[in-house]
């Protein structure tokens, strides 16, 4: 796979002769993602040590706006509350007892990581607080 590199002499007028013909921008489709992938999968197939500065640097502009592209319809699978409480203990370093200040009790807290309650709009604000995350967390 080519390496785009970076330009360290980015010569303006060289960058815009090679993007007159496609110029970047936000990409907001499907389809337009695959135009893309076209215009770079031909930069691509053209020998590393043929590209110029400015053919990289455009090639490197491509692939972040297909990246980014690609992060904004990427779906986070859906947990259930008690997962998400679960994950959020062990990113944190945290155990059970810690979260008795938000339950009330370790009983409490342990039927709300089992999954055996439900968490009250309360115990959300909490958490949500706790962890800065945003309530929507646990829904």
């Known amino acids: 796979m080519v390496r785009f590199r970076t330009a360290t002499a980015r010569s303006a007028a060289a960058y815009k002769k090679v993007a007159a013909e496609h110029p970047p921008q936000a990409i907001d489709s499907e389809q337009e993602r695959r135009y893309w992938m076209g215009v770079l999968n031909r930069l691509m197939t053209k020998p590393e040590e043929e590209l110029s ?21 990427a779906s986070l699978p859906k947990l259930a509350p008690a997962e998400v409480l679960v994950e959020l203990l062990s990113a944190h370093n945290l155990r059970q007892k810690d979260l008795v200040d938000i339950f009330g009790s370790e009983a409490a807290v342990s039927y709300a990581v089992n999954g055996e309650r439900n968490l009250t709009v309360e115990q959300i604000k909490g958490l949500a607080e706790k962890f800065h995350v945003s309530v929507a967390a646990f829904f």
């Open 53 to 73: 500065d400015a053919e990289a640097v455009y090639g490197r502009t491509i692939a972040l706006l297909i990246e980014a592209f690609e992060k904004s319809r």
